[in-house]
C-alpha cells in the first residue's frame, strides 16, 4: 500500500474554503486515492474517491494533478460541523484492506 | 450503502475478562471487516470475516485473542478474550459495498471499550 503523508491539523472558519493536501510519492498506477470523515465518537465515512484530474460530489472536490503523486481535498464553506479527522487513503479500487494514515484533524471555528 | 449497527456501544470491564461485540448489516454483504482504534490514534485492521470461512487474522492480531463469528451476510461478533487494559480501544466492524462506480466502506458506530 503507498504511504500518504498530510498534515496533522488544520484550523479554519466558518465559510472559508479548506484544502488538504495529501502526498503519495509512490502511487502505482492501478492505485485509486479516497477519502473519509470521521466525527468524534462515530466510524470514519467515505467522502470522495478518484484517479486522476478532478472529481467533485455534492460534499467535496478532489484534485489530482497528472503525475498523481499528490491529491487535494477541498471543502467548500465549511462550518462548525465539518470539525472532524480526514484520511487520506491510497490503494487498489477493490482492496478491502484500508491502512489509515494519522488523518488531518479539521478544526472549524465560528 | 449500508447501515450498520454495534452493540454495545460502550462498555468498562475489569481485566481477564472478555466481551463480545456484536456487528448488524441492514443488507446482505460478502465481506466484513472488524476495525480497533486506540485513544488518540488511526485505525487498525484487526481480521476480515467472510461468511463460512474462517477470518483472516492480520499481522500482531490472533484468533485465541480475537475470536470473531460470522454465521450469516449481515451478522458478525468479534470478543476481545482475556482482556488486560491495553485493549482498551474503540473496535468497529465495516463492510464494503460497491455502488457502482466505486468500492466503499461503511463503518459501524464503534464499541468504546475501556478495560480496568
Known amino acids: 500500500l503507498a504511504k500518504t503523508t498530510q498534515p496533522i491539523s488544520m484550523d479554519s472558519y466558518e465559510g472559508q474554503e479548506v484544502n488538504i493536501t495529501c502526498s503519495h510519492n509512490n502511487i502505482a498506477t492501478n492505485d485509486y486515492i479516497t477519502w473519509y470523515q470521521q466525527f468524534p465518537s462515530q466510524g470514519p465515512r467515505f467522502i470522495i474517491q478518484?484517479?486522476?484530474t478532478k472529481v467533485t460530489n455534492e460534499v467535496a472536490s478532489l484534485f489530482i494533478p497528472a503525475d498523481r503523486k499528490s491529491s487535494t481535498l477541498s471543502l467548500p464553506r465549511v462550518s462548525l460541523s465539518d470539525t472532524a479527522v480526514y484520511y487520506c487513503l491510497v490503494a487498489l479500487l477493490n482492496d478491502y484492506k484500508l491502512s489509515f494514515g494519522a488523518g488531518t484533524t479539521v478544526t472549524v471555528r465560528a | 450503502s449500508a447501515v450498520i449497527s454495534q452493540k454495545p456501544s460502550r462498555d468498562i470491564c475489569q481485566r481477564g475478562t472478555s466481551l463480545t461485540i456484536q456487528c448488524q448489516v441492514d443488507?446482505?454483504?460478502?465481506?466484513m471487516f472488524w476495525y480497533r482504534q486506540q485513544p488518540g490514534q488511526s485505525l487498525t485492521l484487526i481480521a476480515t470475516a467472510n461468511q463460512g470461512s474462517e477470518a483472516t487474522y492480520e499481522s500482531g492480531f490472533v484468533i485465541d485473542k480475537f475470536p470473531i463469528s460470522r454465521p450469516n451476510l449481515t451478522f458478525s461478533t468479534l470478543t476481545v478474550s482475556n482482556m488486560s487494559p491495553e485493549d482498551s480501544s474503540i473496535y468497529l466492524c465495516s463492510v464494503e459495498v460497491w455502488d457502482g462506480s466505486s468500492y466503499e466502506q461503511y463503518f459501524g458506530p464503534g464499541t468504546r471499550l475501556t478495560v480496568t
Open positions: 443488507s446482505q454483504v460478502t465481506m
Open positions: 478518484g484517479y486522476k
